[in-house]
Nanobody, 122 residues
């Protein structure tokens, strides 16, 4: 079992910055990738950024160079540095981790944290 705990959310004015952290624990060996998603009421959860075990990153189009995802393997932690925040970035941000499925070959298991609220005021 994998446990993910997010932190770093809060209230910030437009143009400000926040750094989200996601600490992973449990059976985390063999993690393929970790990422950040966000969700607002009435919308589906959407990808913000992801990073593979090899360090390859992927960002949603709306990031527009404002966010940076990184990881500290020694601390089993993934970060999301968010700069130039906009009111539209207001959402609950969730960390996830993708691991191989030990039962079904070629399948994966996805774990989610509880989320951290990010609110950007105008």
């Amino acid at each position: 079992q994998v446990q993910l705990v997010e932190s770093g959310g809060g209230l910030v004015q437009a143009g400000g910055s926040l750094r989200l952290s996601c600490a992973a624990s449990g059976s985390i060996s063999g993690v393929n990738a970790m990422g950040w998603y966000r969700q607002t009421p009435g919308k589906q959860r959407e990808l913000v950024a992801s990073i593979t075990s090899g360090g390859a990153t992927n960002y949603a189009d709306f990031v527009q160079g404002r966010f940076t995802i990184s990881r500290d393997n020694a601390k089993n932690t993934v970060y999301l540095q968010m700069n130039s925040l906009k009111p539209g970035d207001t959402a609950v941000y969730y960390c996830n981790a993708v691991l191989p499925n030990p039962v079904v070959a070629s399948a994966v298991r996805i774990y989610w944290g509880q989320g951290t609220q990010v609110t950007v005021s105008s």
